[in-house]
């Protein structure tokens, strides 16, 4: 039964599988389809999202706080907040938000 409580603690079943295979490349950029139909991103952004897939690919999920810590404070000391404005930093944590939710379910 501890071993039911550390899956439980550490955000299900879902999470833990999803932490050990990550999340298919295609998925991950498919979450952000709708983000990035909607504007013109510059080249950095573009970057800085496609760093952020490829962290989803390799963990399935992320932390919307490590969008404030390196690698990306490599693009702005300020992190996404740095790369993108206020309203679609927004919407790129509840990007992230709907990931976690999905493969918790």
């Given at each position: 039964?501890?071993?039911?409580?550390?899956?439980?603690?550490?955000?299900?079943?879902?999470?833990?599988?999803?932490?050990?295979?990550?999340?298919?490349?295609?998925?991950?950029?498919?979450?952000?389809?709708?983000?990035?139909?909607?504007?013109?991103?510059?080249?950095?952004?573009?970057?800085?999202?496609?760093?952020?897939?490829?962290?989803?690919?390799?963990?399935?999920?992320?932390?919307?706080?490590l969008l404030y810590q390196s690698p990306?404070?490599?693009?702005?000391?300020?992190?996404?907040?740095?790369?993108?404005?206020?309203?679609?930093?927004?919407?790129?944590?509840?990007?992230?938000?709907?990931?976690?939710?999905?493969?918790?379910?």
């Amino acid at each position: 039964m501890q071993g039911l409580a550390t899956l439980q603690e550490a955000g299900g079943l879902g999470r833990f599988v999803r932490s050990l295979v990550g999340l298919d490349h295609e998925a991950a950029q498919g979450a952000f389809a709708d983000f990035i139909a909607d504007r013109t991103l510059s080249a950095d952004q573009i970057e800085f999202l496609d760093l952020v897939i490829g962290y989803l690919t390799d963990c399935g999920a992320m932390d919307p706080k490590l969008l404030y810590q390196s690698p990306f404070t490599d693009f702005d000391p300020n992190g996404v907040a740095g790369v993108f404005p206020p309203a679609e930093v927004t919407q790129i944590i509840n990007v992230l938000r709907y990931v976690e939710i999905r493969i918790a379910a």
